[in-house]
């Protein structure tokens, strides 16, 4: 779950980190209240999950009341990349010395912690990565050691962060990893860092990602469900509690484990194919979940074809078949079905779906999962079904 910088902010203030005094609105006058409240001058700022505001004139400087509502009115309701502004943060403004960039993630190939910094901040790691590599330090942080100290120091030594900052970062640092793991995050980023001219060092922005598989440990999450930005796939996808992510191919992706779920979309795409979501149907593929799951896939009008990629183990090949036809016959589909099912009971289960009659222009059966991709692709880009 991603979410809004004033939110992150607020996430940020549980563990100490410091952020500009501040506070959200939907209207004009939301916003000139929050203004005063926060002391001028101040930056009315666009609350979008998408970079870029700046340079769209999401962001701006307020010296008063006037200028915020003339921002104000500017901003809410903007389109910004495709997202509509509906609420601005307006925050006391800064004055900057200089913008550093830190954050922490998980890097799962090495089973550890990842720390990112630099002293370059401001702009997109990404750019300062292609340009200069050398000025990002990082880190592998040992979850069960985690972060002392002496190591957030010298991470900010190595990363060429200036003597008199050094000690604020290292603070910031440690503040910062304790909101990554305590708060369960997927992310937890400040770009820029900033450090001010009497040398205090303050988080001017806020990225935050929550991981979802920690939310039975934190009822106070289910303030976030009602700002959460959701397209239509996805918000149905929800009701129906799959785990979905829409994406921009033409090729519908049902699996069941997430790894399973990845390794296809990784196929698909190999083959010359674009994934049009990520659908996690786990290990309970009866005939509701794999109609709701149908369903969800069939609500995407760019989806030419859906490959079902199956490999029983807990969940039983005979079971999954079971749901296909009778997810099929409470559905009616717009592409065809290609499906794939190995592992246990694969036999009973091809065999159920070959009894049930279903026409070949409608679900074909592959024993690979490379072949399956191959067929899901071709259909995707106009062959027809039954080859």
Partial sequence: MDLFEYQGKQYFGRFGIPVSAGGVAETVDEAVAQAEAAGYPVVVKAQVQVGGRG???????????????????????????????????????????????????????????????????????????AKDPDAIVRLHI???DGLSRETARQAAVDARIPERAVDGVADILMKLYRCFVDGDCDLAEINPLILKPDGA???????????????????????????????????????????????????????????????????????????????????????????????????????????????GGI?????????????????????PIVIRLDGTNAEEGRQIILDAGIPASKLISKPTMLEAAREAVRIANGGEGGA
Avoid: C
């Fill in 55 to 129: 340079k769209a004139g999401g962001i701006k400087l307020a010296n008063d009341a006037d200028e915020v509502r003339q921002h104000a009115g500017n901003i809410l309701g903007m389109d910004i990349k495709g997202h509509r502004v509906d609420r601005v943060w307006v925050e006391q403004a800064s004055d900057i010395d200089e913008e550093y960039y830190a954050s922490f993630t998980l890097d799962r190939a090495a089973k550890q912690h990842l720390l990112m910094l630099s002293a370059q901040g401001g702009v997109e790691i990404e750019e300062v990565a």
């Fill in 142 to 144: 040992d979850p069960v």
């Fill in 201 to 311: 060092v303050h988080a001017l922005d806020a990225k935050v990602s929550l991981d979802g598989n920690a939310a039975f440990r934190h009822p106070e999450w289910e303030e976030y469900d009602k700002t959460e930005v959701l397209d239509d796939r996805e918000q149905l996808a929800k009701e129906h509690d799959l785990q979905y992510i829409g994406l921009d191919g033409s090729v519908g992706i049902i699996a069941n484990g997430a790894g399973l779920a990845m390794s296809t979309l990784d196929v698909v795409n190999q083959v010359g194919g674009e994934a049009a979501n990520f659908l996690d149907i786990g290990g309970g593929a009866n005939a509701d979940v794999m109609a709701a799951a149908l369903t969800v896939i069939n609500h995407d009008e760019n989806v030419r074809s859906i490959f079902v990629n199956i490999f």
């Fill in 315 to 335: 969940t039983r090949g005979e079971e999954v078949a079971k749901g296909v036809v009778e997810g099929l016959r409470r559905v009616e589909l717009r592409a």
